[in-house]
């Protein structure tokens, strides 16, 4: 049965809340399997909103998917989770190790894979060090495998030179929760839509991206018609057709509408006194360091950015941001999301810390309904990055590399000599490439993701990774995919259930997989090959009883034990977490001290069930921001300047390119292009231009244009659409023919290091 996209959006569950007249279509015949054997429980391997699925097994194949009813998704699902099945039977899996010889590649043996991948970095360790070589990590590999890898490198080898994709995604959103309380991840839960009278959206088009929590706001909305939605974002996306107030504005300039809303915010007394004089410090940084002020200094530097002085930068009506500040403030309970557009800036983290400002000025947090909760862009990279600590500069459950404590609390958990694990943060996502670049790293192993295509400016770093002075691995699910097909070799891995493993999605949920079909051929478990290589490696460093001391490892579960262990007494604390349990539960969230704790909704709150609230401060009587323990127990309004954007347009290059997904598709495509329905509805990238500038430029829909930043040029087809507002265009990221990632720049935000992917200035001419 062929689909036209049309139909399709009118299955998913985003025009169902897009339309809002509520359309809960059957999905076509065809998408329900014929027979099935049995359903297993699982998680759908696309975003982090992390919708619990039943997967159909008949004849040891997934035929089919269902939603979990007894899951947060109520059953529900969107397109790409419905058609999950053909991703496991693409023609292009990688079913067995591949070398690179001369320009092709050839099929050899495990043994032989491992044998040299051992040999290639014991042998870079030896000449030049453990700095020599580095792992790049993803958001989608299950924690265990992400823990494990850590394990290894920070505590095995000693080196920091380990990163996760999480770095182009999540980065900012970690800092600033970091930076305004103390300890990363959100407080709040889905559970809080169903409490919430105002929705801020800003920089996320939760319609296309988050479809199923996008689906429960707008049953909210349906139900309760006094709802208020605002929808920051320069784009009139399908999120925003059904915002109350749509708030358009020039890319980089939200930071002077968030203190403006502020600035209202103080001046109309909407703020309120009892949770600043409680919960709530104010800090800006002098002489590089971060310093109190006083509320009245706050007040102070609040003065300049009045609603006349944001409409003036951002273009967005100081009317608009009048009225959104005192829907923010006056709401029963304010709940605000994000994603990329927040958190791909060079100003990130001090744009996800002005959003949080809002809510601890006006009391919105912290209770059912009032939270600030940061959307996650793959399904574990909260769970398998965050937490885990698989970033170059943290160790696990809230640690960091650059605090001696935790040092040596990692070290002697992990039971390696004091001084192992090296105290500088090793290099971030883009420095890994560019040290790879350069030769400074010689050996790199890149796993579960796909940076030859989604890196930020990614042509310098495509030359890297064919250098042929450098060894890289790649494990892959699929092969060629735009990474390995510059690999010197390739692991075959087993993709989603064909292993078993834990994700922990964006509301602090963990949820177990079980492992339900056999991978393709002779395709591995990624945890299989890791504990593999670090005893082969450990034995041709002549530590090979070092090795089965700390890598003493059957399968997963006896690593989800092990991850247990080391979050006890943090403020994560999944003790009572257990396999067993996960098995069994549709998710649990953290923290979960004892194996009767039924998990934790809301964190920071005692009143709402938090329980490491009177063990981390005794003295609370309901709210404590446990994690900010130097500040008192309380969180941090920021005073944050605006800067506007690394490459703002000019003279030369006038148009802002931004980039993002369509519903059908995921990240760089390598599933869901797959997928002949999501293929055949979005088939290819394509180029959004508002008629405004469409007449201006002489483009009409179908046209061939050249779009050009400083860094390179595309091809696409126009769509000329009055969704970008005047001097933006848009392009979608997912397709491998179209490198987008060639025209963006890899600028970085100072304290996260996330690449600024959302703005780059370019110029556009008819090809
Ligand atoms: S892609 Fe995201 S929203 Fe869609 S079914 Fe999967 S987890 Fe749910």
Redesign the pocket.
């Known amino acids: 049965m062929e689909i036209t996209r049309r139909q399709l959006l009118k299955y998913s ?1 985003a025009l169902a809340a897009a339309s809002a007249i509520g359309l809960e279509l059957p999905l076509p015949k065809d998408l329900e399997a014929a027979h099935v054997e049995k359903w297993i429980k699982g ?9 619990g ?1 039943y997967v159909g097994v008949d004849k040891g194949k997934i035929v089919a998917v269902q ?1 979990d009813k007894d899951n947060w ?1 109520k059953g ?7 058609y999950l099945p053909p991703i496991l039977y693409a023609a292009d899996r990688a079913k067995y190790p591949m070398l690179k010889k001369g320009d092709k590649f050839v099929r050899i043996s495990w043994k032989e894979a491992m044998d040299l991948m051992t040999e290639k970095f014991a042998d870079s360790i030896k000449k030049h060090g453990v700095h020599s070589v580095a792992f790049y990590g993803s958001g989608q590999a299950y924690t265990e495998e992400s823990y494990f890898m850590n394990k290894l490198f920070k505590g095995g080898l000693g080196t920091n030179n380990i990163d996760g994709n999480p770095r182009l995604c999540m980065a900012s959103a970690a800092v600033g929760y970091v930076s305004s309380f103390g300890k990363d991840e959100p407080m709040g839960a889905y559970d809080d839509i169903y409490h919430s009278d105002c929705f801020f959206i800003i920089g996320s088009n939760m319609a296309e991206c ?4 996008f689906r429960l706001i707008n049953e909210r909305k349906q139900k309760n018609r006094d709802v208020k939605i605002i929808m920051v974002d320069p784009r009139k996306t399908l999120s925003a057709r059904i915002a109350d107030l749509h708030m358009s504005f020039i890319p980089g300039t939200d930071l002077v509408i968030l203190h403006a809303m502020a600035h209202v915010i103080v001046k109309e007394g909407l703020y309120s006194k009892d949770y600043v004089n409680n919960h709530v410090v104010f800090k800006t940084i002098k002489d590089d360091k971060p310093a109190k002020v006083s509320f009245e200094e706050y007040v102070k530097f609040l003065e300049e950015y009045t609603p006349e002085m944001a409409e003036k930068i951002s273009h967005c009506p100081k009317d608009d941001i009048i009225k959104a500040a005192r829907w923010f403030a006056q709401s029963k309970a304010t709940m605000s999301f994000w994603t990329m557009g927040l958190n791909q800036r060079t100003r990130g983290v001090w744009a996800n810390n002005l959003v949080h400002n809002l809510h601890l000025l006006t009391g919105q947090i912290c209770r059912p309904g009032a939270t600030s909760f940061s959307l996650t862009g793959q ?1 574990n990279a909260c769970g398998g990055i965050r937490d885990t600590g698989l970033l170059s500069h943290l160790l696990p459950y809230g640690r960091l590399v650059a605090n001696e404590k935790d040092r040596k609390d990692m070290e002697k958990f992990w039971g390696v000599p004091e001084g192992r694990i090296h105290p500088k943060p090793g290099p971030t996502a883009v420095d890994i490439f560019r040290a790879f670049n350069k030769g400074e790293i010689k050996c790199l192993w890149i796993a579960c993701t796909n940076p030859g295509q989604s890196l930020p400016n990614v042509g310098p770093y495509r030359k890297g990774m064919e250098s042929k002075d450098t060894f890289l691995v790649v494990s892959e699910a699929y092969h060629p995919t735009r990474t390995s097909e510059l690999a010197d070799l390739v692991l075959p891995a087993a993709l989603w259930v064909e292993k078993d493993g834990t994700y922990g999605q964006s509301e602090r949920r963990y949820q177990y997989l079980e492992k339900a079909v056999n991978p393709p051929a002779e395709a591995r478990p990624d945890l299989d090959v890791m504990i593999e290589f670090s005893h082969k490696l450990f034995a041709k460093l002549g530590r090979a009883d070092e090795a089965k001391r700390l890598f003493n490892f059957k399968n997963s579960e006896d690593v989800w034990n092990e991850i247990r262990q080391c979050s006890k007494g943090t403020a994560y604390d999944f003790m009572g977490m257990t396999r067993a349990r996960l098995k069994k539960a549709h998710g649990i969230q953290w923290p979960c001290p004892t194996e009767d704790h039924p998990g934790t909704v809301r964190r920071y709150t005692s009143r709402y069930g938090d329980v490491l609230v009177k063990k981390f401060d005794p003295h609370a009587t309901d709210v404590s921001f446990y994690g900010a323990k130097a500040d008192g127990n309380k969180a941090a309004v920021w005073l944050r300047p605006y800067k506007g954007p690394a490459e703002p347009p000019d003279a030369e290059y006038p148009y802002i390119l931004t980039t993002g997904r369509q519903i059908e598709h ?1 990240h760089t495509g390598t599933m869901t292009l797959k997928v002949p329905e999501l293929k055949r509805s979005a088939p290819d990238a394509f180029v959004e231009i508002n008629p405004r500038d469409a007449q201006k430029l002489g483009i009409k829909s179908r046209d061939k244009v050249k779009i050009t930043s400083r860094r390179g040029s595309i091809v696409l087809e126009a769509k000329v659409v009055d969704v970008p507002r005047d001097g933006l265009v848009f392009v979608p990221m997912h397709y491998p023919e179209r490198l987008i990632n060639l025209l963006t720049t890899d600028a970085y935000d100072a304290m996260s290091k996330q690449p600024e992917f959302k703005i780059c200035a370019v110029k556009i001419e008819k090809a």
């Open positions: 569950a998680v759908c391997r696309y975003c982090g909103a992390g919708c699925v939603g998704n529900f699902l969107c397109v790409k989770g419905y988050h479809p199923v929590i399904p995921w």
